[in-house]
């Protein structure tokens, strides 16, 4: 499902394992666990079917078979027909299956979404054709 080729491997948190605090990922995450904090990828990651994620995530693509709640800033968000999510998300484009809940709200800052691209974006300058209709305008008031 997800466009993006493994660079580095795959981690893994079987069910029954939690972690608690700050979790980093380098490679993609295969979530069956629970996970309380602050979660952060330059990859996917996805929540299988029994899995938590509780807390603030940033990652590239997020597919939830599970559960998350919480504060999720991610390029793209996939909810299958298992899958909950519960809470405030920014997200560049967002999939919901038939079956899959979306609880909270979504919302659209345009925000760098990865840390490789965090950079703030420059403005363009104007043209001097639109400074001289801006001048125009004003000059109408």
């Not at 629970?34 to 994620?53: A, H, P, R």
């Not at 995530?57 to 793209?76: I, W």
């Not at 909810?79 to 519960?86: A, C, K, Q």
């Amino acid at each position: 499902m997800f466009r993006k080729k493994r660079s580095g491997g795959l981690t893994f948190i079987a069910q029954g394992t939690k972690f608690t605090g700050e979790t980093e990922f380098s490679a993609e995450a295969l979530i069956a666990g629970e996970l309380f904090g602050k979660v952060s990828s330059s990859s996917n990651i996805t929540i299988e079917q029994g899995g938590l994620i509780d807390g603030k995530l940033h990652c590239a693509e997020l597919r939830v078979s599970g559960t998350f709640r919480g504060k999720l800033t991610c390029e793209k968000l996939n909810i299958t027909s298992t899958g909950l999510v519960d809470g405030e998300v920014n997200c560049q484009s967002m999939e919901i299956f038939e079956g899959g809940q979306f609880i909270g709200m979504r919302v659209r800052d345009d925000i760098a979404f990865l840390p490789s691209n965090s950079a703030p974006k420059q403005e363009r300058s104007k043209s001097a054709k639109e400074e001289t209709i801006e001048d125009a305008e004003l000059s109408m008031s």
